[in-house]
């Protein structure tokens, strides 16, 4: 009796252990395969044994995730474009001095077209951009690199350049003519699909004035022509998207 009850306890233990065992594919379109995985090809295709003994070959693409007995295998939900052009489109306020030396909320865009080659985004930004009293246009070349490879990571980046006035004001106190700017950023962009993230940056830009040439009215009632330049520090949120 003993015997017995030792055998029954054995094989409904070692069916308790194929039931769990199973492994089960799970499709992007709600569908489940349960059976037995006899071949995975990542990137490929998935074969199961079903229950009823048939044979299905599922294509990689259409698949979500899988569990292999106890084991998930996460099926990534797109895959990461490795190389192949960008852009990049920002808005957002930036903080700094004014020429007075209170600060003052300015506002930017910026908009960056490049090529991407895995985790290093190089290409040429252009955008619109207030500084005292006018509105430049920075022209700059931008460089990022994103840390990590997944659906989520960190950026830093660098960018420099020129930026030309939109309005000529020559011979008034602040009409600079021209200027230059260097600058820093760390962030982090998320990936909706393959073809479109949100990106979010803390931003940083050092920018020189320069070419202002006005006359001053002096205490001897006599007028002289003066040069001007400015030099400022903006910090910035930039907020945005990524288009692959």
């Not at 985004?121 to 246009?137: D, F, R, V």
Request: proline letters at 3%; one cysteine or more.
């Amino acid at each position: 009796m003993k015997l017995l009850l030792t055998i029954v306890l054995c094989i409904s233990a070692i069916c308790l252990q194929a039931q769990d065992g199973r492994d089960i594919i799970y499709l992007k379109d709600g569908s489940i395969y349960k059976g037995n995985i006899t071949e995975y090809i990542p990137g490929a295709h998935a074969t199961i044994k079903l229950l009823d003994d048939r044979i299905i070959v599922v294509p990689a693409p259409g698949i979500m995730h899988m569990t292999m007995g106890r084991d998930d295998i996460i099926k990534k939900k797109f895959d990461m474009k490795q190389k192949g052009y960008f852009h990049n489109s920002l808005v957002g306020p930036q903080w700094g001095k004014s020429n007075y030396g209170s600060t003052q909320v300015t506002f930017a865009y910026n908009m960056v077209n490049g090529y991407r080659i895995k985790n290093h985004h190089m290409g040429i930004g252009l955008g619109a951009e207030k500084h005292s009293g006018n509105w430049y246009a920075p022209v700059y070349a931008d460089y990022s690199y994103h840390i990590l490879k997944g659906h989520f990571s960190p950026v830093v980046g660098i960018n420099g350049g020129f930026m030309a006035p939109f309005r000529d004001e020559s011979g008034s106190e602040y009409g600079y003519t021209e200027g230059s700017f260097v600058g820093g950023r760390i962030g982090f962009v998320a990936y909706k699909n393959p073809h479109f993230a949100f990106l979010l940056n803390i931003t940083y830009r050092h920018i020189r004035l320069s070419g202002a040439e006005y006359n001053r009215f002096t205490s001897w009632d006599q007028w002289h022509e003066v040069t001007g330049s400015a030099s400022l520090h903006r910090v910035g949120i930039m907020m945005g998207i990524v288009i692959n």
